[in-house]
């Protein structure tokens, strides 16, 4: 069901032409198995959403990346702050058409976004996150994001097991002997 659901909400999303849809069909079926069918729409994603420069500058591997490593999600708010430079926040108008498109591949849960099955997580390791230090980094990016801009809830689901991924003891120390930070996660769990 999940192959044909999958398979079906491509063609309805990128076949044009009968000729389109002959390509695709005879190229999403070589797809052994769930996993292998979320690579090829991933690959068909980055080819209607990546930029080679600019803010969408591979947009759909910074985006699945970071989907991939959230521990409990990530708002679409969360999303664009992390994927913007800086101190400004991705434009809508960039993240916006790509997330309405993945949308079908996610879950809500509670404002915050998460894969809706392991196959498209692993397809996304696997295409995206092949090396520990490209894991490593991307926990990197959302422990340093949660640390500095998060409320105090997320930090407590978030933080700890980023920074467990990342073996930072010392930060990790630093942050469970905060008084604040311990009352939080004390009340919240």
């Given at each position: 069901v999940l192959y044909l659901r999958t398979f079906l909400e491509e063609l309805r999303l990128v076949a044009k032409t009968t000729n389109e849809l002959d390509t695709m069909k005879d190229s999403y079926l070589t797809a052994v198995n769930p996993q292998a069918m979320?690579?090829?729409?991933?690959?068909?994603?980055?080819?209607?959403?990546d930029s080679n420069s600019g803010l969408a500058k591979d947009l759909v591997r910074r985006t699945l990346c970071l989907l991939w490593a959230a521990r409990s999600g990530l708002s679409e708010?969360?999303?664009?702050?992390?994927l913007g430079t800086g101190v400004n926040p991705l434009p809508a108008a960039i993240l916006s058409p790509f997330f309405i498109s993945i949308k079908c591949y996610l879950l809500n849960r509670q404002g915050y976004f998460v894969f809706f099955h392991g196959a498209f997580r692993r397809a996304v390791e696997v295409l995206f996150l092949s090396s520990p230090e490209d894991k490593?980094?991307?926990h990197r990016q959302i422990s340093d994001y949660v640390r500095t801009h998060a409320p105090l809830v997320r930090k407590v689901s978030e933080l700890p097991a980023h920074?467990?991924?990342?073996c930072a003891w010392d930060e990790?120390?630093?942050?469970l002997s905060d008084p604040v930070f311990l009352a939080a996660a004390w009340k919240t769990n």
């Open positions: 979320f690579e090829k729409v991933i690959v068909r994603m980055r080819r209607d959403f708010n969360e999303l664009s702050d992390l490593k980094a991307t920074l467990t991924v990342l990790l120390y630093d942050l």
